[in-house]
């Protein structure tokens, strides 16, 4: 299958995504400062094929996927997602009725 | 009575019409759409935000907490949040971090995935969850190949074949694909090879695992994914060849085709975060042999 992208370019995409979310004090956020962590942590390794390093890197792929999907769903919801219908008392109200009342309450109400 | 109606009229904002006057003279009272309940598992889709920051703590036992303002999150059952790592504690604190206005639950995947772990609302038992995951392979997209029209069959042989072959390779099982409508002859020592595999996960990462099945509708593309041979989005690609196909032929539809897309790719990197947390104690251990 085809190789991941480098490391940089996830870092980046990651921080882009949660600057995207927080705005101008992005730099003090939880996600931020661990996943510069995680990045500058896992840089070196001694061993040519380190399976930490591409399991992290995975993770951190997993991760930006997360984050770039959820927000395009969320934008795509805002757009095309369904408000919901309104309550039948504030339908009838804005026909200019009202609902009937029964004053010893439904059959099925407590 | 008209102050309750500004008061009314303010809380709920644009969303609705202003109060108007029937011609009877009465004046109507407008119930506010959203109810509030989030201590069960009632349908709540959207709450207002009431928090400013979230941050995280160490709890008792390793475990880290979420903080919201001053309160500590809970699950909808009632018991304190509990993450077991400091990854997954971020990953939920960010979640809850995001959301702006109001709380909109159906995008906090990792949150609900702990939630479950947590609560285990239906009280299943691990050999439960295998065996619910296991049903899905006889029942496997991958193995599921139609005779035509030729280019999807050809599509399907060349990027699902490779899968099929990677996870029979990597686990000595038999599995195979089919084109009749009764799908493939699963034999029991595959079955009880991966059985065997996935009793070796403990119960978070069976959650998670069983999730990311349910998703992709297929064990074999969520066997790969978990054992990072594909990606995020190379599963989600595959689990939906046949409707790529078609998009491809017919066209896109925005609010249909992207929302799934969007929608699934979100669920499954979650699911696949959430196990790799899970299963993965990942504690550093450095051998400091630079300075």
Redesign the interface.
């Known amino acids: 299958m085809a190789a991941l992208s480098s490391p940089l370019r996830l870092c980046r995409g990651i921080l882009r995504e949660i600057r995207a979310i927080k705005g101008p004090e992005y730099k003090q956020s939880l996600a931020y400062n661990y996943v510069l962590d995680q990045f500058r942590k896992n840089q070196i390794t001694g061993e040519r094929y380190c399976r930490a390093q591409e399991e992290a890197l995975h993770a951190s792929h997993s991760y930006l996927c997360l984050l770039t999907s959820t927000r395009q769903h969320l934008a795509l919801y805002d757009i095309y997602h369904g408000k919901g219908q309104r309550d039948t008392e504030e339908m009838a109200g804005i026909v200019g009725l009202r609902l009937p009342t029964q004053p010893g309450g439904k059959g099925w109400e407590k | 009575m008209l102050r309750n109606l500004v008061r009314l009229h303010s809380r709920l904002g644009h969303?609705?019409?202003p109060?108007?006057v029937?011609?009877?003279g009465?004046v109507?009272?407008?119930?506010p759409?959203i109810s509030v309940n989030s201590k069960s598992y009632s349908i709540v889709t959207e709450r207002k935000k009431f928090y400013e920051d979230?941050?995280?703590s160490h709890g008792e036992g390793g475990m880290f907490e979420i903080n919201l303002d001053r309160r500590k999150l809970k699950t909808p059952g009632g018991k304190l949040f509990t993450a077991p790592n400091?990854?997954l504690a971020?990953?939920v604190?960010?979640e809850w971090?995001?959301q702006k206005d109001t709380l909109?639950f159906y995008?906090m995947?990792?949150t609900t995935l702990c939630n479950t772990a947590l609560d285990n609302p239906t009280f299943r038992s691990k050999d439960q969850m295998i065996t619910a995951a296991l049903k899905y392979l006889e029942t496997d997209t991958i193995c599921y190949r139609v005779e035509e029209p030729p280019s999807l069959v050809e599509l399907q042989n060349n990027e699902w074949d490779?899968v099929l072959n990677w996870i029979e390779d990597r686990y000595n099982v038999v599995i195979g694909s089919s084109t009749s409508i009764l799908g493939p002859e699963i034999p029991q020592a595959t079955m009880d090879t991966f059985r065997q595999h996935l009793g070796s996960y403990n119960l978070w990462s069976l959650t998670g695992l069983e999730y990311v099945i349910t998703q992709l509708k297929s064990v074999v593309l969520a066997f790969a994914l978990i054992d990072?041979?594909?990606?995020?989005?190379?599963a989600v690609l595959l689990s939906r060849l046949e409707a790529e196909f078609q998009i491809g032929h017919w066209g896109n539809v925005?609010?249909a085709h992207?929302?799934d897309l969007?929608?699934l790719?979100?669920r499954t990197?979650?699911g696949?975060?959430f196990v790799?947390?899970s299963s993965?104690c990942?504690t550093?251990k450095?051998?400091l042999?630079?300075d």
Request: aromatic share 6%; net charge negative; hydrophobic share 40%.
């Open positions: 969303a609705l019409s109060p108007t029937c011609p009877r009465q109507l009272k407008l119930l759409l979230v941050s995280i400091e990854a971020i990953a604190a960010n971090d995001t909109k995008s995947h990792m490779p990072k041979h594909i990606t995020v989005e190379q925005e609010w992207d929302v969007y929608e790719r979100s990197a979650a696949a975060l790799h947390f993965e990942s550093v450095r051998n042999m630079q």
